[in-house]
């Protein structure tokens, strides 16, 4: 019987003991990774390196774009700085004026926009007021209030180019041109990457009444599925039938691959305990 080999590459990630096992046929790739706001790492040609002064950092769906949130305001004001990863250019693009800030940045499936979510501080705490849409090739920014939000909101893209966010335990969809559609009872949503590949599954965190920690399939308004998974994070979609998380193992974590009936069936990387507790995230993008 013939035995074929299937390349295996060990990334390891600077700032950390975390090293990443990558396969040549994955369906994605991590290209940002970071501790809480204070270090944020851009995948380069051949290791990651460190975004000085920035807080966050995420990649442009066919990889040729960097978006990253300054770590400090300047003049005042918040900012996206768009870097071009094939040509080194620069571009800062003002968000938001001080009390405000702009952060949680995600690319829209076309490329064309980055979303923010704006906050401002209350009473020593930031709470949600709205979201920023950043017009990339325009290099403009536009702040929408939104009445009444959930102060612990965050904001993301919906595949068809909407904004959606958490409203306590249901869900809003917001969409120019229409009036919101509200999403009942679905739960809160996981994070930027919470729909699947085709569009048609997302995930959020179940509300309190069911045992199991991760719901499928709510983008309709209805839970038709719930998985076994009891991750600490959803990262997201690894293909259309399979999660990418972060999940308890022993006294530490693990980067796992798993079915949507929550099955592992890859280990992607080792987590100590002491790093997944300085706040790591990871951002990927679809090949």
Not at 50 to 74: I, K, L, N, T
Not at 212 to 218: F, K, S, T, Y
Request: hydrophobic share 40%.
């Amino acid at each position: 019987m013939l035995t074929v080999l299937v390349a295996l590459a060990l990334i390891p990630l600077p700032g950390t003991s975390v090293v990443l096992q990558e396969k040549p046929g994955d369906p994605v790739r991590l290209t940002a990774y970071g501790l809480g706001t204070r270090q944020a790492y851009l995948r380069g040609a051949s290791t990651f390196v460190r975004q000085r002064g920035a807080a966050e950092v995420v990649v442009s769906p066919d990889g040729r774009m960097a978006a990253a949130v300054p770590a400090a305001y300047r003049g005042g004001r918040d900012a996206l700085v768009v870097t071009d990863r094939a040509t080194g250019r620069v571009k800062r693009i003002p968000t938001v004026a001080r009390p405000l800030l702009a952060s949680y940045a995600s690319w829209s499936r076309d490329g064309k926009k980055v979303l923010l979510t704006m906050e401002r501080k209350t009473s020593g705490k930031w709470v949600t007021s709205g979201y920023v849409t950043v017009d990339v090739a325009a290099g403009t920014a536009h702040p929408t209030t939104v009445a009444g939000v959930d102060p612990a909101a965050t904001f993301w893209w919906t595949p068809d180019g909407g904004v959606i966010s958490q409203h306590k335990g249901d869900a809003i969809v917001y969409k120019e041109g229409r009036r919101p559609r509200i999403l009942q009872g679905v739960g809160t949503l996981t994070g930027p990457d919470l729909f699947s590949p085709s569009g048609g599954r997302m995930t959020t965190w179940c509300p309190s009444k069911f045992a199991e920690h991760v719901c499928l399939d709510p983008a309709t308004g209805k839970i038709v599925s719930r998985s076994g998974l009891r991750p600490e994070t959803v990262v997201g979609w690894w293909n259309d039938s399979r999660l990418i998380a972060v999940v308890p193992h022993r006294k530490a974590y693990r980067l796992v691959v798993a079915d949507t009936s929550g099955t592992v069936r890859r280990v992607l990387a080792a987590i100590p305990s002491g790093t997944w507790q300085a706040e790591l995230w990871l951002s990927f993008t679809r090949k």
